[in-house]
């Protein structure tokens, strides 16, 4: 039997994420795929008008929050899921290779045992092809690493919501040089995507429209195939890793990198305050 899928989705300009509601219908079980909290550098002040607006629909429809998902490690923006399971309660959940990501980043920030590197911080953590639910929803995470060696893509019916690892067709693919990325790993894991029956409707984490077209974030495994500027069919491995290595060697580190890593292997959770009630977060110099 296929249950119908209710998808909300809400684009966060600041970032590019897209964040998505996914529930069976009005008052149902739900899971919050990637929540922004949103993070003003400049001022190093948080704030949560996107987590509002994810708030603010559960509560509208009558969803009951059963999961609040991560498809990975964000480094653009801070996850909201401690956030949102205060004011709605559900599970957060992430890919079981959040250990190796968490190895790798307290390392950087010199974390030693202020931080567990065994992905405790997270209700509950995903093994590759877990299968879950989502109130009478039948759910699958598919483990795809290349982005991060953490990267789940969560499949819903006919839905697969990507993480990042495609992006639209006219933008191509995620890039793979942050400690533990992988092109050929990424080349594999979108392979995989690709392989599911051509209907498969695919929902980015991100997109960054060319000047002139708006946001989108759903596209098909056949529009992919057909037309991914990356790693559309006929394009091989080598190319593809060729492409990826050269294209990521241009890229500047994305702005919230350093504060989102620091909070997103703590599951979203900011450090504890200091003696004077302030939250502090460390920036490495040199290290990146
Ligand atoms: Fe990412």
Known sequence: MTLPLQIHSLFDSATSTVT???????????????????????????????????????????LQTQW????????????????????????????AAICAVQGAFANVFNLKDQAAQDGSQFD?????????????????????PGHTPADIAYMVGDAVFVGDTLFMPDVGTA???????CAAML??????????????????????????????????VADQRAGNIHIRDGIGEADFVAM??????????PTLILPAIQVNINAGKLPAPEDNGVRYLKVPIDAF
């Open 124 to 144: 509950h953590l995903f093994a590759p092809d877990e299968t879950f639910a989502i109130g009478r929803l039948q759910a699958r995470a598919l483990h795809v």
């Open 187 to 220: 080349y594999q894991s979108v392979r995989k995507l690709l392989a599911l029956p051509p209907a498969t409707r695919l929902f980015m984490c991100h997109d960054y429209p060319p000047a002139g077209r708006a946001a989108h974030w759903q596209t098909t």
């Open 68 to 95: 609040l998902l991560e498809t990975h490690a964000h480094a653009d923006h801070l996850s909201a899921a401690p956030y949102l399971q205060h004011q709605l309660g559900g599970k957060i959940g992430i890919g």
């Open 175 to 181: 890039r793979c040089d942050f400690p533990g990325g």
């Open 244 to 253: 990826r290595t050269q294209r990521d060697a241009t890229l500047a580190m």
């Open 20 to 62: 998505h509601i996914v529930y069976e219908a009005d008052g149902a079980p739900c899971a919050v795929i990637d929540p922004v909290l949103d993070y003003d550098p400049k001022s190093g002040r948080t704030s949560t008008q996107s987590a509002d607006a994810v708030i603010a629909f559960v509560r509208a429809h009558g």
